[in-house]
């Protein structure tokens, strides 16, 4: 029976002709228990490659070897959707001659096939291949459910190579990428630690300020008129919006109301709210633990979505297209309502768009849930640090001490004061937390350019500068 | 009302945000003798600094066994909270010691005399037994609070979530109140895991006569809220009982009756009073 596995991921690379200058992908479904990206980028700096692009959907701190492969020259470039702080403030101190670029979620998959990022060789980590590279990340013992953001790479390299710690026989039947996209497969020990790969169980949030926003943001989603069957539903992982579900629950269930689909990451409470027969489905373009990676195998209602199908534009619909209520998360905001997710209230890289620029950009109500203030710093700012989704987005900001309504969305902020919901100005917002914090100085900015943001679109949107050395 | 410790910046920052119609600082129970003082400089601060407008602000002083209890009328009456919580209340002078230094600190910062109220926190045998001549005591007295932890302690019991072992002290406290013609206020519920426990504890509190309930923990102050409010059905039936009074003047009739029971003079009383209540709640007929 024909076969491409090879012997070891050395001989894999010198088949796939990695050579200087070229771009290689990874996926970050791993997160930071991964250990394909190092493997992969400590085989090729032995193997003497110099200048490569590195084209990541995310890197997180154990990515750390990756700083020294810039420093000698492996990489000289980096494409990523979401960078954690350990990376970022390396990056941040200047050490890349080319700005880092962050895309969203959705532009990422789109540039991969328009050309604008080609990527030469995909590395692909599955918990599960056969010998033909049918692949899966919904078992073995790496597992972490939806594959979503690895299938444009599969799609669109030049070459693709699987990696993966459970090799099974042909022909695995619930491949999630199929063999006729992948050229080799390699089998190693371990592709993650499960233990940074995804939380066994993800605890319901206690904190009684996330609890009143997430009560708060599920007030406005009733007031806006949008909780009515056939509904839409977007939440991160972060507490207050997991906690918005919660709430969401009761009241769907009170009210016999029957959504259509919850999109994005995935959680056990997403899929509470499915089983509930809250929502009929679950679009999971990535699983945030093992109780959504679990179901995924199971729920024929739970189906596994690309990147591109998720959120790009450059596909004919995306599943943003019907989307109509979703709930963000902010480091900082700005009375213009633009947010920062990329840099801290220091300008230091840590995090990135994912699928929040996307998702502010076409759906209906765009809510974004943060505190007034968080350790001592204002949350809503004159400008924020860095622009990550355009304030012209932005929809609603809930905080514990009011609600704040985009000037462009009246016909919300009339429904909410209706409602009786407590609608403030985002000005008195941002002057209550002054009153409590003080007015913070700009953080200094250095003169070199380390990071661009995109947009939804491809567009230009801001630009991240070094962060200067504190004398 | 809720409890928020006095010596917890973030507590206190987020405090008027939890939906509570009263906050209770501690200076007492909460602080650590090693932070009376900056507990006591925190509240102060964050008084005289944010926004409580919407909200009855109380602060837990400490008692009179303490070397502390002075110092925080000095510095916290001061700022006019609405009331002052003083613990371990067990008998009249108790009240009145506290209440003429309160007239002291009014008259030295130029407040109306009386402006600031008094709560006594009822929590041991002796207090329970006085609870009528505690609340007769002092002008100032608005309500009674009944306080089970040091209560079920000083009864040599064992304080129980069921809460058999208070049932006496709560009842004798609220026709104490009600006999003095103050408020009266249940002790918190202190599991603040359990967020189920909370429904049926505040319900039963209300059942005996309860203006209303105190929480330890933000995540409860819903279910009070809930549980003490008029519900909709209640609401409904107080109209229709004070259009069926109007009805019956309107038509000279001596006794009304609506749906077959007669209306008397408690039963309007209590309509009257559970519109007044969703008045001020903001809650409507349906």
Same mark, same amino acid.
């Given at each position: 029976m024909a076969t491409k596995v090879v012997s070891n991921l050395k001989e894999a690379i010198e088949l796939a002709k990695v050579t200087d200058g070229m771009s290689i992908s990874f996926h @970050?479904?791993?997160?930071?228990?991964? @250990?394909v990206l190092n493997m992969v980028m400590d085989e090729l700096a032995a193997m003497g490659v110099k200048n490569l692009t590195v084209n990541a959907s995310a890197v997180f701190d154990v990515h750390a070897p990756l700083i020294d492969h810039i420093k000698n020259g492996v990489v000289t470039k980096l494409c990523v959707n979401y960078m954690s702080k350990g990376i970022g403030t390396h990056i941040c101190k200047g050490i890349m001659d080319t700005p880092v670029e962050f895309r969203s979620h959705g532009q990422r998959p789109a540039d991969i096939e328009n050309g604008r990022t080609p990527i030469d060789v995909a590395f692909i980590a599955a918990p599960t291949s056969d010998t033909m590279g049918n692949c899966t990340g919904k078992m073995g013992k790496s597992r972490f459910g939806s594959i979503g953001y690895a299938m444009a790479d599969a799609m669109n390299a030049k070459t693709v190579i699987v990696i993966t710690d459970n090799l099974v026989e042909y022909p695995l039947t619930c491949a999630s990428i199929t063999e006729d996209y992948v050229d080799y497969v390699v089998a190693v020990d371990e592709i993650g630690d499960p233990n940074g790969i995804m939380s066994g169980t993800t605890a319901q949030t206690r904190d009684p300020v996330r609890l009143r926003m997430a009560q708060t943001a599920v007030k406005c989603i009733e007031a806006s008129g949008l909780l009515k069957d056939g509904m839409s539903f977007q939440t991160g992982a972060g507490g207050a919006t997991m906690a918005a579900a919660m709430y969401l629950k009761d009241v769907m269930l009170e009210k016999g109301v029957v959504g259509s689909y919850i999109v994005g990451g995935i959680s056990t409470a997403s899929v509470d709210l499915q089983k509930a027969g809250c929502f009929r489905a679950l679009q999971d373009v990535q699983s945030f633990d093992l109780g959504a990676a679990a179901d995924l195998l199971e729920n024929p209602n739970h189906i596994e979505v690309s990147g591109r199908r998720y959120s790009s534009s450059i596909g004919k619909s995306s599943c943003m297209n019907n989307l109509d209520v979703a709930m963000l998360g902010a480091t900082e905001i700005d009375v213009d309502f633009n947010v920062n997710v990329h840099t801290d209230s220091n300008g230091i890289i840590m995090g990135g768009s994912g699928g929040h620029t996307d998702i502010a950009e076409i759906c209906n109500m765009a809510v974004v849930i943060a505190p007034l203030f968080r350790n001592r710093l204002p949350i809503v700012l004159d400008h924020v640090t860095t622009v990550s989704t355009k304030g012209e987005n932005i929809d609603v900001l809930i905080t514990e001490s009011g609600i704040a309504v985009n000037p462009r969305r009246q016909d919300l902020k009339e429904k909410f004061i209706a409602a009786g919901l407590n609608v403030k100005d985002i000005h008195e917002l941002k002057a209550m937390a002054e009153k409590i914090c003080g007015v913070p100085q700009p953080a200094p900015k250095g003169d070199k350019i380390v990071g661009e943001v995109f947009g939804h679109w491809g567009e230009h949107v801001d630009y991240i500068y070094s962060v200067p050395d504190k004398e | 009302m809720l409890f928020i410790p006095g010596a917890n910046p973030k507590q206190i920052m987020f405090?008027?945000?939890?939906?509570?119609?009263s906050v209770i600082f501690d200076l007492e129970d909460s602080v650590s003798p090693l932070e009376k003082d900056s507990a006591r400089i925190l509240v102060r601060n964050i008084l005289s600094t944010l926004d409580f407008s919407a909200i009855e602000i109380i602060v837990r002083v400490n008692s009179l066994n303490s070397p502390y209890w002075q110092a925080d009328l000095d510095e916290i009456v001061p700022l006019k909270p609405a009331i002052i919580m003083t613990p371990k209340s067990e008998t009249p002078d108790d009240i009145k010691t506290f209440a003429a230094y309160i007239e002291q600190v009014e008259e030295k910062h130029g407040i109306e005399k009386g402006s600031v109220k008094i709560m006594p926190l009822i929590e041991t045998a002796l207090g329970i037994e006085n609870a009528f001549l505690i609340g007769k005591s002092s002008e100032r007295v608005v309500a009674l609070f009944l306080g089970a932890e040091d209560y079920s302690a000083d009864l040599q019991c064992k304080r129980t979530k069921e809460g058999n072992e208070i049932d006496y002290a709560r009842k004798r406290i609220v026709n104490a109140a009600r006999a003095c013609g103050v408020e009266v206020y249940d002790t918190p519920f202190t599991d603040a895991h359990d967020d189920e426990g909370i429904w049926a504890d505040a319900a039963y509190a209300k059942s005996l006569g309860f203006t209303g309930k105190s929480s330890i923990s933000p995540r409860h102050v819903d279910a009070i809220n809930i549980s003490f409010s008029p519900s909709q059905a209640e609401i409904d039936y107080a109209y229709e009982v004070i259009a069926a009074i109007a009805e019956g003047k309107a038509k000279g009739q001596g006794v009304v009756a609506l749906k077959g029971k007669m209306i008397d003079a408690p039963v309007v009383l209590r309509a009257e009073r559970t519109i007044a209540a969703a008045e001020q709640l903001g809650l409507g007929r349906k």
């Amino acid at each position: 029976m024909a076969t491409k596995v090879v012997s070891n991921l050395k001989e894999a690379i010198e088949l796939a002709k990695v050579t200087d200058g070229m771009s290689i992908s990874f996926h @970050h479904h791993l997160r930071n228990g991964d @250990h394909v990206l190092n493997m992969v980028m400590d085989e090729l700096a032995a193997m003497g490659v110099k200048n490569l692009t590195v084209n990541a959907s995310a890197v997180f701190d154990v990515h750390a070897p990756l700083i020294d492969h810039i420093k000698n020259g492996v990489v000289t470039k980096l494409c990523v959707n979401y960078m954690s702080k350990g990376i970022g403030t390396h990056i941040c101190k200047g050490i890349m001659d080319t700005p880092v670029e962050f895309r969203s979620h959705g532009q990422r998959p789109a540039d991969i096939e328009n050309g604008r990022t080609p990527i030469d060789v995909a590395f692909i980590a599955a918990p599960t291949s056969d010998t033909m590279g049918n692949c899966t990340g919904k078992m073995g013992k790496s597992r972490f459910g939806s594959i979503g953001y690895a299938m444009a790479d599969a799609m669109n390299a030049k070459t693709v190579i699987v990696i993966t710690d459970n090799l099974v026989e042909y022909p695995l039947t619930c491949a999630s990428i199929t063999e006729d996209y992948v050229d080799y497969v390699v089998a190693v020990d371990e592709i993650g630690d499960p233990n940074g790969i995804m939380s066994g169980t993800t605890a319901q949030t206690r904190d009684p300020v996330r609890l009143r926003m997430a009560q708060t943001a599920v007030k406005c989603i009733e007031a806006s008129g949008l909780l009515k069957d056939g509904m839409s539903f977007q939440t991160g992982a972060g507490g207050a919006t997991m906690a918005a579900a919660m709430y969401l629950k009761d009241v769907m269930l009170e009210k016999g109301v029957v959504g259509s689909y919850i999109v994005g990451g995935i959680s056990t409470a997403s899929v509470d709210l499915q089983k509930a027969g809250c929502f009929r489905a679950l679009q999971d373009v990535q699983s945030f633990d093992l109780g959504a990676a679990a179901d995924l195998l199971e729920n024929p209602n739970h189906i596994e979505v690309s990147g591109r199908r998720y959120s790009s534009s450059i596909g004919k619909s995306s599943c943003m297209n019907n989307l109509d209520v979703a709930m963000l998360g902010a480091t900082e905001i700005d009375v213009d309502f633009n947010v920062n997710v990329h840099t801290d209230s220091n300008g230091i890289i840590m995090g990135g768009s994912g699928g929040h620029t996307d998702i502010a950009e076409i759906c209906n109500m765009a809510v974004v849930i943060a505190p007034l203030f968080r350790n001592r710093l204002p949350i809503v700012l004159d400008h924020v640090t860095t622009v990550s989704t355009k304030g012209e987005n932005i929809d609603v900001l809930i905080t514990e001490s009011g609600i704040a309504v985009n000037p462009r969305r009246q016909d919300l902020k009339e429904k909410f004061i209706a409602a009786g919901l407590n609608v403030k100005d985002i000005h008195e917002l941002k002057a209550m937390a002054e009153k409590i914090c003080g007015v913070p100085q700009p953080a200094p900015k250095g003169d070199k350019i380390v990071g661009e943001v995109f947009g939804h679109w491809g567009e230009h949107v801001d630009y991240i500068y070094s962060v200067p050395d504190k004398e | 009302m809720l409890f928020i410790p006095g010596a917890n910046p973030k507590q206190i920052m987020f405090a008027a945000t939890m939906g509570a119609d009263s906050v209770i600082f501690d200076l007492e129970d909460s602080v650590s003798p090693l932070e009376k003082d900056s507990a006591r400089i925190l509240v102060r601060n964050i008084l005289s600094t944010l926004d409580f407008s919407a909200i009855e602000i109380i602060v837990r002083v400490n008692s009179l066994n303490s070397p502390y209890w002075q110092a925080d009328l000095d510095e916290i009456v001061p700022l006019k909270p609405a009331i002052i919580m003083t613990p371990k209340s067990e008998t009249p002078d108790d009240i009145k010691t506290f209440a003429a230094y309160i007239e002291q600190v009014e008259e030295k910062h130029g407040i109306e005399k009386g402006s600031v109220k008094i709560m006594p926190l009822i929590e041991t045998a002796l207090g329970i037994e006085n609870a009528f001549l505690i609340g007769k005591s002092s002008e100032r007295v608005v309500a009674l609070f009944l306080g089970a932890e040091d209560y079920s302690a000083d009864l040599q019991c064992k304080r129980t979530k069921e809460g058999n072992e208070i049932d006496y002290a709560r009842k004798r406290i609220v026709n104490a109140a009600r006999a003095c013609g103050v408020e009266v206020y249940d002790t918190p519920f202190t599991d603040a895991h359990d967020d189920e426990g909370i429904w049926a504890d505040a319900a039963y509190a209300k059942s005996l006569g309860f203006t209303g309930k105190s929480s330890i923990s933000p995540r409860h102050v819903d279910a009070i809220n809930i549980s003490f409010s008029p519900s909709q059905a209640e609401i409904d039936y107080a109209y229709e009982v004070i259009a069926a009074i109007a009805e019956g003047k309107a038509k000279g009739q001596g006794v009304v009756a609506l749906k077959g029971k007669m209306i008397d003079a408690p039963v309007v009383l209590r309509a009257e009073r559970t519109i007044a209540a969703a008045e001020q709640l903001g809650l409507g007929r349906k």
